[in-house]
């Protein structure tokens, strides 16, 4: 047999990986809009199986454990936030203007918003600041990749004489704070919320 033939079976199990890959996407994908609706907390391997029409067996496959599907859930929502508003603030230069370009993004991500329930760490944080585990692991890290995130790019337009002379962690954590509070006013009905946002956003970009 050449070496460039497969061996009998192959392109099964291949296609089935393929589509195990994309069933387990369709279904974090609903997941992360229940859970920013709802909170992880919302979500089952049941009900998820019975939103999507497919066999609760399968989902649970996919998933084994509702933790593994939280931490899934999880991960996919840093994916699509990654897409939505970290990846295209990469085109704008370091400093106050890939600052202004990230709560840009921001904004349009929470008042479209991407997630039904607006921002996916607003809904999750809460439930799981104060228990230890793998999930809060993971939210906590990626909120403080966010915090840190701005904060470099702060330090940045700092260092570079963009802005005027500004702690950039304390800046940071103010920053999320103003965003966090512009969520729930635009879940609110309050649409003025991103433009007072992104006043005291430029307030921290003063320049010297």
């Given amino acids: 047999m050449s070496d460039n033939v ?24 609903h997941a992360v809009d229940i859970a920013s609706l709802e909170g992880l907390n919302g979500l089952s391997l049941g009900r998820l199986a019975t939103d999507l029409g497919l066999s609760k067996s399968g989902v649970q496959t996919l998933f ?47 008042e479209k918003p991407l997630f039904t329930g607006g921002c996916f760490w607003a809904a999750n944080l809460p439930d799981f600041d104060s228990r230890p585990g793998p999930v809060r692991d993971a939210l906590a890290g990626q909120h403080q990749d966010w915090l840190s995130l701005i904060s470099a790019q702060l330090r940045h337009a700092l260092n570079a004489g963009e802005i005027a002379s500004i702690d950039p962690d304390l800046a940071a954590f103010q920053a999320d704070a103003v965003l ?22 430029d307030g921290f970009l003063t320049r010297p």
């Fill in 64 to 110: 084994k454990t509702k933790e593994n599907l939280y931490l899934a859930t999880v991960e996919a929502a840093r994916e699509l936030f990654l897409d939505a508003v970290v990846r295209p603030a990469q085109a704008a230069p370091p400093g106050a203007a890939r600052v202004r370009a990230l709560i840009d993004h921001w904004i349009d991500y929470a």
């Fill in 6 to 29: 497969p061996p009998p079976g192959a392109a099964v199990t291949d296609g089935r990986l393929l589509r195990g890959a994309r069933s387990r996407r369709a279904i974090t994908r």
């Fill in 180 to 201: 966090n509070a512009t969520n729930t006013a635009l879940r609110l009905g309050d649409r003025d919320a991103p433009g007072r946002a992104r006043r005291v956003i």
